[in-house]
């Protein structure tokens, strides 16, 4: 059993350019998020989908777009990407988005944009 | 908007204790997390507290005051393996996570 895997696990992009970072679960779980981690910032949510089908946007939705088309997959596309989105993106998952549900993490895509 | 203040480094001797202090204020609460954090590698889950009270979990425990907006995190019996990032987190009233910066810990021999 994987959990959450991301890739590509690091990027280095020219300012411009589109990009796609993906995130697969196989634990089922109905809630997926994308953060994004910069120094002295914490993890900051991008975008969030409670289930298959929904997304919303989180506290830093600008520049960024997701998908839902099914349970296991939450794409995170950047439409033409700026060197402020220079950062470590953490996808997660949870069962359901209350109670004692924790958020399982992927394991990160470093991205640097130049 | 959420606001989680943590302290940015602690320092402490493998064996010793130490005291992660978290403070928030949100809008509504739907429960405070803690996860790990060590470099280079992805936050894990240690403690969810919902009520006020103590959850203890084998060396590690977490402590919750709503009406103070007051969380711990006790590291009993440090290790050097316990040397890592220590992330607060409170679920709000849209049952989104917000994260404090993290405390970072490290224990000397």
């Known amino acids: 059993i994987a959990g959450i895997t991301q890739a590509p696990t690091s990027q280095i992009l020219a300012a411009g350019r589109r990009m796609t970072l993906r995130c697969t679960q196989d634990m089922r779980h109905n809630a997926m998020y994308w953060y994004r981690q910069d120094l002295g910032l914490g993890l900051r949510l991008i975008h969030y989908s409670n289930t298959a089908g929904t997304t919303g946007k989180g506290e830093v939705p600008d520049g960024y777009s997701v998908s839902r088309a099914n349970t296991d997959d939450f794409p995170l596309t950047l439409a033409s990407a700026v060197p402020s989105q220079t950062s470590v993106y953490f996808c997660?998952?949870?069962?359901?988005?209350?109670?004692?549900?924790?958020?399982?993490f992927g394991p990160g895509t470093r991205l640097t944009v130049l | 908007g959420q606001n989680i203040d943590q302290p940015t480094e602690m320092t402490a001797t493998e064996g010793a204790i130490v005291q992660i202090n978290c403070t928030y204020q949100t809008s509504g609460f739907n429960g405070l997390f803690w996860y790990q954090q060590h470099a280079g590698e992805a936050p894990t889950f240690l403690s969810y507290?919902?009520?006020?009270g103590l959850e203890e979990k084998g060396r590690f425990s977490s402590f919750l005051s709503r009406s103070k907006g007051y969380s711990y995190l006790l590291l009993k019996e440090l290790q050097m393996k316990d040397s890592a990032s220590y992330l607060c987190?409170?679920?709000?009233?849209?049952?989104?996570?917000?994260f404090g910066a993290g405390t970072t810990v490290t224990v000397r021999a």
């Open positions: 997660a998952s949870s069962a359901e988005r209350g109670g004692y549900n924790e958020q399982f």
């Open positions: 987190a409170v679920r709000g009233g849209d049952y989104k996570l917000s």
């Open positions: 507290n919902v009520l006020d």
